[in-house]
């Protein structure tokens, strides 16, 4: 066929597929090359997610040649060279995009071999279809590689919901640390592979879903770059259960009140991370719930701690001189989790703040005074401001 009898329409349709193979492509070499982060200078994701992330990229790229060159030079859906790229595409993408996703989840390593072992059987299916075509077993193996993406994206649902979990219990600023978007990519994955197994797609339909794939990867590409690389909580110094026993096992104490704050410090005088531990914090196995109170009102409200940025739960722990594992158990006790408890103490200052202030007839704004109560972002201090006085920022202020 000569370029003459080529519609422009088929002319767009491979500009665009084009296109979708070679971002892919420079976002892997992007990810694997520079060292350096362009997109956030100040953030330094995960060596193990970069890698995972730039594998999807060069294996979403590979595919992109495959299907070119079999629909150039064959184009048979019954022939053995479509059960071959079918069945490679499917298994390669499957585990890089596991293998990213899982990455995204730091509270712990997630193994990627289940995803592995799942596809045993679509290699099983593809070997028979290559001998034995039938188009019953082809529709039978569609369905399998439907079902594992779907149990995949039903399993990040609750994964993310433990990651998320982990870091309430462990981060105060929880700003780009969230990994709601590895659910978005999952489904995007899914509802992509549903339209090019089950839909006789148009021509309309094709350029949709290339420009979703484009969405994809610029999304993906901004995730992994903004999400900071997450220490895990050392676990040198827990002691288990038996921490959990001495403090289930101490005298019942009356429910604590939210400490107050005083509104005379300055700001800055912050405790050091490396302050020496209270004589009280040696007392490991018979410190109870009064006694950790005690502590955290000694140091860290009354030094205001707490509007340090990034303060997590080790560096709390490791500054008030007890073991991690019971201060998690204390806030767990007092049903609320360490984020909760950070922010409340902030929300506290910036009320002291703000009637400080209004009572002297200062200028101030209330960005200024968020940044002053520990918060980086106006955005998540209007969210923890309205979870904990039920109103948003400007009702309350209007009220008081």
């Not at 390593?109 to 082809?138: H, S, T």
């Not at 939210?258 to 209270?278: F, G, R, V, Y």
């Amino acid at each position: 066929m000569s370029i003459e009898h080529i519609s422009a329409e088929v002319i767009l349709f491979f500009i665009i597929y084009g296109v979708t193979g070679v971002i892919p492509l420079i976002a892997a070499v992007y990810l694997l090359l520079r060292r350096g982060n362009a997109f956030a200078p100040g953030v330094e994701p995960p060596v193990r997610l970069r890698r995972w992330a730039a594998s999807f990229f060069v294996v979403s790229s590979l595919g992109h040649v495959w299907w070119y060159l079999f629909y150039l030079y064959s184009g048979d859906v019954n022939s053995a060279a479509y059960v071959l790229v079918a069945v490679l595409d499917c298994v390669e993408l499957l585990i890089t995009m596991a293998g990213t996703l899982l990455a995204m989840l730091q509270d712990r390593r997630r193994p990627v071999w289940p995803a592995l072992v799942a596809l045993v059987p679509l290699l099983a299916f593809g070997g028979i279809q290559l001998f034995y075509p039938n188009q019953y077993f082809m529709q039978i193996t569609i369905a399998y590689i439907l079902s594992i993406y779907v149990l995949f994206s039903v399993y990040m649902v609750f994964a993310v919901r433990r990651y998320g979990r982990w870091l309430n219990d462990n981060y105060a600023d929880l700003e780009n640390k969230r990994v709601w978007l590895s659910q978005v990519v999952s489904l995007a994955c899914l509802f992509l592979l549903i339209i090019y197994a089950l839909v006789d797609t148009d021509m309309i339909l094709l350029y949709v879903l290339h420009l979703v794939e484009i969405i994809l990867f610029a999304l993906l590409l901004w995730r992994v770059e903004t999400l900071p690389l997450l220490a895990e909580p050392s676990t040198d110094d827990d002691c288990g259960e038996s921490c959990l026993e001495s403090i289930e096992e101490a005298p019942a104490e009356p429910e604590p009140s939210d400490p107050e704050l005083a509104t005379d410090a300055d700001s800055s005088n912050l405790s050091p991370l490396a302050s020496h531990p209270s004589p009280l914090a040696s007392q490991k196995g018979s410190l109870d719930l009064s006694q950790i109170e005690q502590l955290l009102a000694e140091h860290c409200v009354d030094t205001k701690l707490y509007l340090q940025h990034d303060l997590t739960l080790q560096q709390l722990a490791q500054t008030i001189g007890i073991n991690r594992f019971y201060l998690s158990q204390y806030f767990s006790r007092q049903s609320i989790t360490y984020n909760t408890y950070i922010n409340n103490l902030r929300i506290n200052y910036f009320i002291s703040r703000y009637q400080e202030v209004v009572k002297t007839q200062r200028a101030f704004t209330v960005q200024q005074l968020a940044s002053e109560s520990g918060y980086r972002s106006y955005s998540t201090f209007s969210l923890a401001f309205k979870q904990r006085m039920g109103q948003t920022v400007s009702t309350w202020m209007h009220d008081n």
